[in-house]
Protein backbone atom coordinates (compact mmCIF):
# COMPACT_ATOMS: atom_id res chain seq x y z
CA UNK A 1 0.00 0.00 0.00
CA UNK A 2 1.24 3.75 -0.84
CA UNK A 3 0.24 6.30 0.85
CA UNK A 4 1.73 10.47 0.63
CA UNK A 5 0.29 13.60 1.10
CA UNK A 6 2.91 14.88 -1.22
CA UNK A 7 -0.15 16.59 -3.32
CA UNK A 8 -0.86 18.89 -0.78
CA UNK A 9 2.21 20.42 -0.36
CA UNK A 10 1.34 23.83 -2.65
CA UNK A 11 -1.44 24.23 0.29
CA UNK A 12 1.43 23.88 2.08
CA UNK A 13 3.50 26.75 0.78
CA UNK A 14 0.35 28.82 0.85
CA UNK A 15 -0.06 28.71 4.44
CA UNK A 16 3.70 28.91 5.16
CA UNK A 17 3.34 32.38 2.85
CA UNK A 18 0.46 33.61 4.37
CA UNK A 19 1.41 33.24 7.76
CA UNK A 20 4.58 35.03 6.95
CA UNK A 21 2.83 37.76 5.35
CA UNK A 22 1.05 38.31 8.65
CA UNK A 23 4.17 38.55 10.84
CA UNK A 24 5.91 41.07 8.15
CA UNK A 25 2.16 42.91 8.35
CA UNK A 26 2.13 42.83 12.09
CA UNK A 27 5.40 44.10 12.32
CA UNK A 28 4.54 46.90 10.05
CA UNK A 29 1.66 47.89 12.02
CA UNK A 30 3.01 47.32 15.07
CA UNK A 31 5.81 50.43 14.27
CA UNK A 32 3.10 52.49 12.58
CA UNK A 33 0.91 52.08 15.99
CA UNK A 34 4.06 52.80 18.47
CA UNK A 35 5.20 55.33 16.44
CA UNK A 36 2.41 57.23 14.34
CA UNK A 37 -0.88 56.49 15.46
CA UNK A 38 -1.02 55.40 19.46
CA UNK A 39 -4.37 54.13 19.15
CA UNK A 40 -4.11 50.54 20.61
CA UNK A 41 -1.43 50.98 23.71
CA UNK A 42 -0.34 48.31 24.83
CA UNK A 43 -2.99 45.91 22.83
CA UNK A 44 0.07 46.79 19.94
CA UNK A 45 1.89 43.94 20.76
CA UNK A 46 -0.83 41.41 19.69
CA UNK A 47 -0.02 42.45 16.17
CA UNK A 48 3.23 40.85 16.32
CA UNK A 49 2.78 38.05 19.06
CA UNK A 50 -0.37 36.66 17.21
CA UNK A 51 1.20 35.53 13.83
CA UNK A 52 4.56 34.67 16.25
CA UNK A 53 2.51 32.15 17.94
CA UNK A 54 0.74 31.14 14.72
CA UNK A 55 4.15 30.20 12.89
CA UNK A 56 5.54 28.37 16.14
CA UNK A 57 2.25 25.86 16.03
CA UNK A 58 2.92 25.18 12.29
CA UNK A 59 6.56 24.31 12.83
CA UNK A 60 6.22 22.73 15.78
CA UNK A 61 3.38 20.24 14.92
CA UNK A 62 5.82 18.87 12.52
CA UNK A 63 7.06 17.67 9.19
CA UNK A 64 4.38 18.43 6.61
CA UNK A 65 4.58 15.85 3.92
CA UNK A 66 4.45 11.82 5.01
CA UNK A 67 5.23 9.21 2.44
CA UNK A 68 5.08 5.57 3.28
CA UNK A 69 5.29 2.38 0.88
CA UNK A 70 4.75 -1.29 1.77
CA UNK A 71 4.35 -2.80 -1.13
CA UNK A 72 7.21 -5.73 -1.96
CA UNK A 73 9.12 -7.07 1.11
CA UNK A 74 10.54 -3.63 2.53
CA UNK A 75 8.82 -0.88 4.17
CA UNK A 76 9.35 2.51 2.76
CA UNK A 77 8.77 5.82 4.95
CA UNK A 78 9.93 9.28 4.35
CA UNK A 79 9.19 12.90 5.79
CA UNK A 80 9.92 15.80 4.94
CA UNK A 81 9.34 19.38 4.85
CA UNK A 82 7.26 21.52 2.27
CA UNK A 83 10.32 23.84 2.61
CA UNK A 84 13.57 21.67 2.11
CA UNK A 85 15.63 23.92 4.05
CA UNK A 86 14.00 24.12 7.43
CA UNK A 87 14.44 20.32 8.27
CA UNK A 88 16.33 17.63 7.26
CA UNK A 89 14.18 14.88 5.82
CA UNK A 90 14.01 11.41 7.52
CA UNK A 91 13.82 8.54 4.99
CA UNK A 92 13.81 4.87 6.37
CA UNK A 93 13.87 1.66 4.78
CA UNK A 94 13.64 -1.35 5.90
CA UNK A 95 12.50 -5.22 5.41
CA UNK A 96 9.50 -6.21 6.87
CA UNK A 97 10.15 -8.71 8.94
CA UNK A 98 11.96 -6.17 11.43
CA UNK A 99 8.83 -3.94 12.37
CA UNK A 100 7.98 -5.51 15.76
CA UNK A 101 5.15 -2.82 17.19
CA UNK A 102 3.73 0.81 15.95
CA UNK A 103 2.32 3.42 18.03
CA UNK A 104 0.34 6.67 17.20
CA UNK A 105 0.50 9.35 19.77
CA UNK A 106 -2.14 12.06 19.22
CA UNK A 107 -2.02 15.32 21.20
CA UNK A 108 -3.53 18.71 20.52
CA UNK A 109 -2.05 19.43 17.22
CA UNK A 110 0.88 17.14 17.01
CA UNK A 111 0.44 13.35 16.08
CA UNK A 112 3.66 10.95 15.65
CA UNK A 113 4.13 7.63 14.93
CA UNK A 114 6.23 5.41 16.51
CA UNK A 115 8.15 2.56 14.69
CA UNK A 116 9.99 -0.46 16.67
CA UNK A 117 12.34 -2.53 14.48
CA UNK A 118 14.41 -5.04 15.68
CA UNK A 119 17.74 -4.58 15.31
CA UNK A 120 21.10 -7.01 15.49
CA UNK A 121 23.02 -4.11 17.70
CA UNK A 122 20.76 -3.19 20.21
CA UNK A 123 18.06 -5.51 20.16
CA UNK A 124 15.54 -2.82 19.01
CA UNK A 125 15.46 0.82 17.39
CA UNK A 126 12.77 2.98 17.61
CA UNK A 127 12.05 5.53 14.21
CA UNK A 128 9.83 8.77 15.00
CA UNK A 129 7.91 10.23 12.13
CA UNK A 130 5.68 12.97 12.37
CA UNK A 131 1.94 12.54 10.58
CA UNK A 132 0.26 15.67 11.87
CA UNK A 133 -0.79 16.65 8.59
CA UNK A 134 -2.73 13.46 7.59
CA UNK A 135 -6.38 13.00 7.42
CA UNK A 136 -7.94 10.59 10.04
CA UNK A 137 -8.79 8.42 6.40
CA UNK A 138 -4.85 8.32 6.08
CA UNK A 139 -3.92 7.56 9.52
CA UNK A 140 -6.32 4.78 9.87
CA UNK A 141 -5.61 3.31 6.01
CA UNK A 142 -1.64 3.40 7.82
CA UNK A 143 -2.51 1.57 10.81
CA UNK A 144 -4.70 -1.09 9.15
CA UNK A 145 -1.51 -1.62 6.79
CA UNK A 146 0.77 -1.62 9.78
CA UNK A 147 -1.07 -4.02 11.65
CA UNK A 148 -1.46 -6.13 8.68
CA UNK A 149 2.70 -6.88 8.24
CA UNK A 150 2.36 -6.92 12.65
CA UNK A 151 0.41 -9.99 11.85
CA UNK A 152 2.10 -11.66 9.09
CA UNK A 153 5.70 -11.79 10.94
CA UNK A 154 4.08 -12.86 14.12
CA UNK A 155 2.36 -15.67 11.55
CA UNK A 156 5.51 -16.49 10.49
CA UNK A 157 7.37 -16.74 13.60
CA UNK A 158 4.70 -18.73 15.00
CA UNK A 159 5.32 -21.14 12.27
CA UNK A 160 9.11 -21.15 11.87
CA UNK A 161 8.97 -21.95 16.07
CA UNK A 162 6.99 -24.73 15.24
CA UNK A 163 9.38 -25.74 12.45
CA UNK A 164 11.97 -26.20 14.69
CA UNK A 165 10.03 -28.27 17.36
CA UNK A 166 9.18 -30.99 14.54
CA UNK A 167 12.57 -31.06 13.80
CA UNK A 168 13.70 -31.69 17.47
CA UNK A 169 10.60 -34.50 17.97
CA UNK A 170 12.09 -36.38 15.03
CA UNK A 171 15.42 -35.93 15.69
Known amino acids: MRLSNRNKVPVYNFINTVLLMMLLGGVA ?5 EYRFDVLGEESYLLIIVP ?3 LIVYYLSGRQVFEYDSDGEALNFKNRNALPFLDKALSDEFP ?20 TISSKNSG ?3 LKYEISYLTRKEISDLKVSLNKVIKANNENKEASV ?3 DNRRIFA
Do not use: D, G, P, W
Not at 29 to 33: C, D, G, Q, V
Not at 96 to 115: D, G, H
Open 124 to 126: STI
Open 29 to 33: AFFLE
Open 52 to 54: ILL
Open 162 to 164: NIN
Open 96 to 115: KYKLMKYEVVNLYFVKRLYI
